[in-house]
């Protein structure tokens, strides 16, 4: 059993930076993929970002690549996510998953994650 608690959202004017972080509990960290996702009002959870166990393998979504960026510390048991150049529509609740997948494959379906954070919010002002 996984848990996940993320931090760092809040409200940032558009054009500024955020930097999330989701620390996972138990000791077998580095076992698993991470992934951010993200969910917005009236609108279905959508991948954001992913990264594998070992960090030499990473995804974004199209809509946040050359802004964001995920990173993770195994020794810390922590992933990030460091958002940059933010927009409006980045406004959503912010969630962290893992699975346990040691692989150079990341993981992109939220299906496949196992265990989720409560979520965070980040709201971007125009």
């Known amino acids: 059993q996984v848990q996940l608690v993320e931090a760092g959202g809040g409200l940032v004017q558009a054009g500024g930076s955020l930097r999330l972080s989701c620390v996972a509990s138990g000791r077998t960290f580095s076992s698993y993929a991470m992934g951010w996702f993200r969910q917005a009002p009236g609108k279905e959870r959508e991948f954001v970002s992913a990264?594998?166990?070992?960090?030499?393998?990473?995804a974004y979504a199209d809509s946040v690549k050359g802004r964001f960026t995920i990173s993770r510390d195994n020794a810390e048991n922590t992933v990030y996510l460091q958002m940059n150049s933010l927009k409006p529509e980045d406004t959503a609740v912010y969630y962290c998953?893992?699975?346990?997948?040691?692989?150079?494959?990341?993981?992109?379906?939220?299906?496949?994650?196992?265990?989720w954070g409560q979520g965070t919010q980040v709201t971007v002002s125009s």
């Open positions: 998953a893992a699975r346990r997948f040691r692989s150079t494959v990341v993981v992109i379906t939220h299906r496949e994650y196992d265990y």
């Open positions: 990264i594998n166990w070992s960090g030499g393998s990473t």
